[in-house]
């Protein structure tokens, strides 16, 4: 385990539901982010939070919303998704927003149906 | 022109051999260089991770960086089956976020 944990493993929603993803790491640091890994595609980066502040949305639709209460937890509030949204979503963190090495959860696959 | 390219594979190599992953970068505002390690169903695992130029070296690892042709490397020694996996370059500037290459799957036969 890497110090990153993230719930659920598996997510299965319809086009109508709302859902949250969550990340909690126990390193002390405090950059975390949100991924997005498609297949055939770079990880694509969705959100930066550094010290509770939002720094980065990569111009991400509004039915993806983050949600950053303390520097230990991530969360990623989900509603009316497309299929196009079933994915890896990974979440990760480093000691600061873009200082070297950044360690990730194991990640939720979420298909939309 | 993509800002971070990696040819996906698939690499397909005997026990034992010696493996070289690349990846070129167009940014030359890039200073942190990382190696992740992906198995199936997993997430990114890190596997080296380097400081504007040079080589590092860790066991049967080692990581090359050529800022000057914006080119880095991976070289793995004396393969195994338990490498195969897909890696992942990752790179950034100071104060920004990782940029991903694609990934290489990678299939070690024994």
Redesign the interface.
């Known amino acids: 385990e890497?110090g990153?944990t993230?719930t659920p493993r598996h997510l299965v929603m319809g086009m109508t539901n709302k859902k949250s993803l969550k990340c909690e790491q126990h390193l002390g640091h405090n950059a975390m982010?949100w991924y997005k890994q498609s297949a055939?595609?770079?990880?694509e980066?969705m959100f930066?939070y550094n010290f509770k502040e939002q720094t980065?949305n990569n111009s991400v639709p509004s039915r993806f919303s983050p949600e950053c209460p303390n520097s230990s937890h991530l969360f990623l509030h989900l509603h009316t998704l497309q299929p196009e949204d079933s994915a890896l979503y990974?979440c990760?963190s480093s000691l600061s927003?873009?200082?070297?090495?950044?360690?990730?959860?194991?990640?939720t696959?979420l298909t939309v149906v | 022109q993509k800002e971070v390219e990696q040819d996906p594979g698939p690499l397909s190599v005997p026990e034992g051999a010696i493996v070289s992953l690349n990846c070129t970068y167009s940014n030359s505002a890039f200073q942190y260089f990382m190696w992740y390690r992906q198995y199936s169903r997993k997430g990114p695992e890190l596997l080296m991770y380097t400081y504007s130029s040079g080589n590092k070296e860790d066991g049967r690892f080692t990581a090359q960086v050529d800022k000057s042709s914006k080119y880095i490397s991976l070289f793995i020694r004396d393969s195994q089956p338990s490498d195969s996996a897909t890696y992942l370059c990752a790179m950034s500037a100071e104060g920004t976020a990782l940029i991903f290459g694609k990934g290489t799957t990678l299939s070690v036969s024994s």
């Open positions: 890497t990153v993230q982010y055939k595609k770079p990880l980066l930066v980065e990974l990760a927003g873009g200082a070297g090495e950044a360690f990730f959860g194991q990640g696959r």
